[in-house]
């Protein structure tokens, strides 16, 4: 087939105008179903494809990489990038590029959303009210029922300190709570300051101060299970863990365990190592957790930016340029950006 101009398959519909610009540099193709394209599907349009959009629920390695000869560029619609091979894809010459930043805030909303939820126990109170419970007890107010726990100078613990551990300290220390952090890196002194004298420990000291922990780092090889039986038991039995990271980056078995045993107070998780959730799961068994669907970056805002942002990536690159917000840098050594067989239709 003879195209006029590079072909972009797209694996979901994304909110806002941003397929719509895309429509000016490619030719666009839109998985429109709430499931992903199955496996062979993805296989078979990534043969064709020239730049693919994917979630990451689409599997990029190298079986689908060596069988997509014209593919130039993934972008991914999400931060996160932990379903893409992307050493391989830098070999390869392909480009790869996420969407940082635009979600920091709507993320990090959720993991205070999460953090007081579970704090507060507003889920049983919810639910309390919701099944008529309230009024069969007998009274509208009393001292004991439904106790919470305070978070003035409360110690949150933040496990990666990127874009959007910062911006949880940011908002933990509106509500007086004390910062301690575990990351790669500590971050430079003035930085510290500005989040409240945030002082950089240890995991291990971080884990034994904590009140609340927090999962802030990305999907890696490195913190995969960063958190097992072993880190769980040295967190206090009163302290919550809340997790908007990925789901793996906690060892899922122990973790309920921990949960069951009460080797700590409970946990509020928006990630999981197997989603959805199946049906039977025993965290669905639990009381002491708040559980939610992956919806940290679920605002209005935050995906309508993403979508833009993706759409910017591709464009960028058609225009042979370099994309905004590139993975690889590295890939530039190997190829420069822009389909070449399309760059008289470009300019035309
Ligand atoms: P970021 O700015 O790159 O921050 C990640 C932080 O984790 C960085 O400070 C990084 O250090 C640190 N880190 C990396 N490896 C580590 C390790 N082995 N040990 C300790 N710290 C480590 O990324 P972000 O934008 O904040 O996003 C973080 C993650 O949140 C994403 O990767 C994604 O998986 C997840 N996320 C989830 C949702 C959701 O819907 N629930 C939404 C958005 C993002 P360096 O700076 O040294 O690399
Ligand atoms: C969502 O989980 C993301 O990584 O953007
Ligand atoms: C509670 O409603 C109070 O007034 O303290």
Redesign the pocket.
Known sequence: MVRRKPYVFVTRELPGKALERLGEYYEVEVWRKIPPPPREVLLEKAREADALATL?TDKVDKELMDQAPRLRIVAQY?????NIDVAYATQKGIYVTNT??V??D??AD?TMALLLAIARRIIEAHEFVKKGEWSRYGTGWHPMLLLGTELRGKTLGI?????????VARRALGFGMRIIY????RLPPEKEEELGGAKYVS?EELLRQSDFVSI?????P??RY?IGEKELKMMKPTAYIIN???GAVIDTNALVKALKEKWIAGAAL??FEQEPLPEGHPLLELDNVVLAP?????TWEARTAMADLVAENLIAFAQGRVPPTLVNPDVLKVRKPGFEEYREDLEE
């Open positions: 990451l999400a931060v996160g990038y932990d940082p930043g979600l920091t709507s993320t959720l496990i990666g300190m990127g874009r959007i551990g910062q911006a575990y990351s790669r890196k995991l802030h780092t990305p999907l890696t490195q913190t960063m908007t990271a990925r928006d990630v992956h919806i940290g970056s679920a």
